[in-house]
């Protein structure tokens, strides 16, 4: 049983071969997904999912790339969309200063926002940081999540994992950690106490070897279990359902379910 905790099932690439995609996953033992939004329609479409498949989880959000087009309307709909029973996060938000596709003084200004928005509504947050360490850290100091969050991808260095893991946040491993020239990634992972660490697939992105460059899909999630079983050399099945219950406890579905 494993917990695919980001991915992007609802993009158009799956159009075609959606039902096979979710029959791989079953088959393969991935038992639960979150999907991810990243704007207001594809927060939609997650929760959408969520209602019509039950192992499918919903985050909510707007992220740094999107900052720009966030209206007063959007955090209404937003916030509505966060009662629904399975929306189980807030995110992804964040900052991402490699592709800059948003000014940076409006990144952070609504990556600040919602977090108070996660606050008002009880719901941990999903962090995306590109190239931002920095002004992230200083961010999530200066406004602390309430209900924790999650940093996806984590792509940052051991010093920062530290502060991270002391203010309570988990880290989630993506297709990066079986790269080649992970050996970065692999260290800091080494580190990380395994009650905090996540696997995810960020479906369709991020592909991890030995099939990495083609799509992406939650059934690959395997191949982050298998390397963090691996870099702490213990039993597949102890990483799966660690990990499965660090979801639990972050996304709080013990709960709510
Ligand atoms: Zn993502």
Redesign the pocket.
């Known amino acids: 049983m494993i917990w695919d905790t ?1 991915a ?1 099932l609802d993009d158009p690439v799956y159009t075609e071969d959606f039902v096979a995609v979710l029959e791989r996953m079953g088959s393969s033992g991935i038992s639960r997904m979150t999907n ?1 939004g ?1 704007d207001l329609p594809s927060s939609e479409r997650s929760v959408r999912l969520a209602q019509d498949y039950e192992f499918i989880y919903a985050a909510i959000g707007i992220h740094p790339h999107n900052a720009a087009e966030a209206k007063d309307e959007t955090w209404e709909r937003l916030l509505r969309l966060a009662k629904q029973p399975k929306v189980v996060a807030w995110g ?1 938000i964040g900052l991402d200063y490699y592709r800059d596709l948003s000014p940076r003084s409006i990144q952070k200004e609504v990556f600040i926002h919602q977090i108070k928005l996660a606050n008002e509504v009880g719901l941990p947050i999903v962090i ?1 940081n590109r190239d931002a360490h920095q002004d992230v850290l200083e961010i999530v100091k200066a406004n602390p999540p309430r209900c924790g969050g999650v940093f ?1 991808c984590y792509s940052g260095s051991w010093e920062m994992a530290k502060v991270l893991l002391n203010m309570g946040f988990y880290l989630s491993f993506a297709g990066p950690v079986t790269y080649k020239n992970a050996r970065h990634t692999v260290e800091v992972a080494s580190h990380v106490p395994l009650g905090r660490i996540l696997v995810e697939t ?1 479906s369709p ?1 991020l592909t991890p070897e030995p099939r990495r460059g083609k799509r992406n899909e939650p059934t690959y999630v395997r191949e982050i279990v298998k390397k963090i079983a691996e870099i702490k050399n213990l039993p597949f099945e102890d990483i799966a359902s660690q990990t499965m219950r660090n979801a639990e406890t972050i996304f709080n579905t013990r709960r709510k379910v």
């Open positions: 980001h992007h991810v990243y992804e995306h996806h960020d992105y």
